[in-house]
Nanobody
Framework: QVQLVESGGGLVQAGGSLRLSCAAS????????MGWFRQAPGKEREFVAA????????YYADSVKGRFTISRDNAKNTVYLQMNSLKPEDTAVYYC???????????????????WGQGTQVTVSS
């Protein structure tokens, strides 16, 4: 298993940008697909973006497509989420997660991800 720690959240005005980071422990990080999810108060956890081990396959939720960019640096054991043109409805706790080996992680279903970080709060003011 891999252990994950998110950082980079905060308070930003609508239209602003933030970059989230997720640092992973373990030497096998480069073998995992990685994903970002978010959960707003009173709502279910929802898929945001996912990336395969090499960065060659990337998927986004329709709600963030064109505004958010997921990337990874396997040498640094880190996955990123660059968030631009933020909207108040992007307000949520953001979690990174590692895809289970052999799973359908690209479906963006939380059950396909085995390890989760503690989350980082993103608040977008109007």
């Amino acid at each position: 298993q891999v252990q994950l720690v998110e950082s980079g959240g905060g308070l930003v005005q609508a239209g602003g940008s933030l970059r989230l980071s997720c640092a992973a422990s373990g030497r096998t990080f480069s073998t995992y697909a990685m994903g970002w999810f978010r959960q707003a108060p009173g709502k279910e956890r929802e898929f945001v973006a996912a990336i395969n081990w090499s960065g060659g396959s990337i998927y986004y939720a329709d709600s963030v497509k064109g505004r958010f960019t997921i990337s990874r640096d396997n040498a640094k054991n880190t996955v990123y989420l660059q968030m631009n043109s933020l909207k108040p409805e992007d307000t949520a706790v953001y979690y990174c997660a590692s895809g289970r080996p052999g799973s359908r992680w690209y479906d963006g279903v939380p059950a396909e991800f085995g390890s989760w970080g503690q989350g980082t709060q993103v608040t977008v003011s109007s």
